[in-house]
């Protein structure tokens, strides 16, 4: 039986990754120390509860590295400080942590030489020069290129994950290792925390049900990629082991929404039609974020969640069935 270890893996999408190898027949060690503001939740505490060979150690995945020398056949590292816009902006330095958290991983890795790192990235990474109103465009895997020049990523965040992508490349050049990375766009799900815009918002539309007005953040023309976590992990799953050595993918659907045009879908399956505003003191972020879906669609990969059936879905979770 194959053994992986998933760092932050009690976290929204390191949730339904376990939940995925766990699926397909992985022994898994779950290792998270659950911070609060993060998103995390205890295993007992999961939508789907883990079945299988399944092991949770609630602990910081640095202190982890540093007590073992175990081999895993694969790790899936997701652990990282992040969380919606506002603490993006807010605790920037509190994100910087990230740097530390993935050199840790990387140096643990060239010590254990698992059979694969599967690093998960972030869409923050890419330049933001290519994500405002005036000079916007699809967000392609090559745009991010060491070997030629980089672009501004977005925040700390971005330049963390920016980092972890180098240390990926110098860990295949210099250590002989196998790794691939994956960037994932705005990811959602049912048991999203709501410090992510796609269940706030809908929780909000739902209390504010009959309202004349309602708001969502920013100018509401910024742009997002929203694609379901289930098809993030089915990516991930099907891709891990064929992509080349050293690569990056996009999570992505190549569809770009605006958080107006979402909040007018979410709107209609509720029942009503009020007036979407944005709300100029709240932060927007970059202005269009959208993944080109070019090197998936190369591979086969096309996402199975529709945003319409995301929305229903979400809204249905929080306690409202669509009209």
Not at 52 to 62: I, S, T
Not at 95 to 108: E, H, K, P
């Amino acid at each position: 039986m194959a053994r992986a270890v998933v760092t932050g893996g009690a976290g929204f999408a390191g949730r339904h990754l376990c939940g995925k190898l766990l699926s397909e027949g992985l022994e898994v060690v779950c290792v998270d120390p659950l911070v609060e503001g993060t998103g995390a939740r205890h295993p007992s505490k999961w939508n789907s509860p883990p079945r299988g060979a399944f092991r949770f150690l609630e602990e910081d995945c640095r202190s982890f590295f540093e007590r073992t020398d175990e081999r895993f056949d694969y790790i899936f590292h997701l652990a990282a400080i992040v969380g919606g816009r506002m603490t993006l902006e807010t605790a920037a330095l509190c994100v910087a942590d990230d740097l530390a958290i993935d050199a840790a991983m990387w140096r643990w890795a060239a010590r254990t030489r698992p059979g694969c790192v599967v690093y998960l990235s972030s869409s923050a990474a890419y330049p933001v020069s290519f994500q405002s109103e005036e000079n916007r465009r699809k967000l392609s895997e090559d745009m991010i290129d060491f070997a030629v020049s980089l672009g501004v990523p977005d925040l700390s965040y971005g330049w963390a994950k920016l980092t972890g992508e180098y240390l990926m490349k110098l860990y295949v050049e210099r250590y002989g290792g196998w790794a691939v990375a994956y960037r994932p766009f705005s990811g959602y799900g049912e048991d999203q925390d709501l410090a992510y815009p796609f269940p706030a918002i809908c929780q909000r539309l739902l209390d504010q049900k009959g309202a004349a007005e309602v708001f969502v953040w920013g100018s509401g023309r910024q742009c997002r990629d929203f694609i379901h976590i289930e098809d993030c992990v089915d990516f991930i799953w099907r891709t891990f082991t064929r992509l080349p050595n050293g690569s990056s993918l996009n999570l992505s659907t190549g569809l770009a929404t605006s958080f107006i045009e979402f909040a007018q879908l979410a709107c209609a399956q509720i029942g009503w039609e009020p007036r979407i505003t944005g709300m100029s003191d709240k932060p927007e972020g970059a202005f269009f974020r959208c993944g080109d879906t070019a090197r998936q669609s190369s591979i086969g990969l096309s996402p199975r969640v529709p945003l319409t059936e995301g929305v229903a879905r979400m809204l249905d979770h929080l306690g409202d069935t669509p009209a």
